[in-house]
């Protein structure tokens, strides 16, 4: 049986989730309007760790575009982090001559650690 008092640390999340908002030029109160919830919700969420509902949690992982795997495997060697999810976002507004830039600059980074 599980102890009652396991809980999942909502912590890293949280400050994940107000980095995101920043990074983005959202005010709580923002975020709060899209998503419908009380801003301070949002605070506690981001400054104390407070679990959110599933539907708040999902809300706010698509609007921010926070990876979720980083919180959830940790251990695991393919993880999509946050950073990574977002960089995927604005490529795809890329055209091919933009992506073909981006294709070169991972190339020369993969060369640089060769090196």
């Not at 980083?70 to 992506?99: C, G, H, W």
């Amino acid at each position: 049986m599980r102890n009652k008092d396991e809980k999942y640390n909502f912590t890293s999340f949280g400050l994940a989730i107000k980095e995101a908002r920043m990074k983005k030029g959202l005010t709580r109160e923002q975020v709060g309007n899209i998503i419908c919830i009380d801003p301070r919700y949002l605070t506690n969420i981001e400054n104390k760790g407070q679990h959110p509902s599933l539907q708040v949690f999902y809300d706010l992982v698509t609007l921010l575009n926070i990876s979720v795997d980083e919180y959830f495997y940790p251990d695991s060697a393919i993880v999509k982090s946050t950073r990574r999810r977002q960089i995927e976002t604005q490529m795809d507004s890329f055209n091919d001559k933009e992506l073909m830039l981006m294709e070169a600059l991972a190339e020369g980074i993969i060369q640089s650690k060769k090196i």
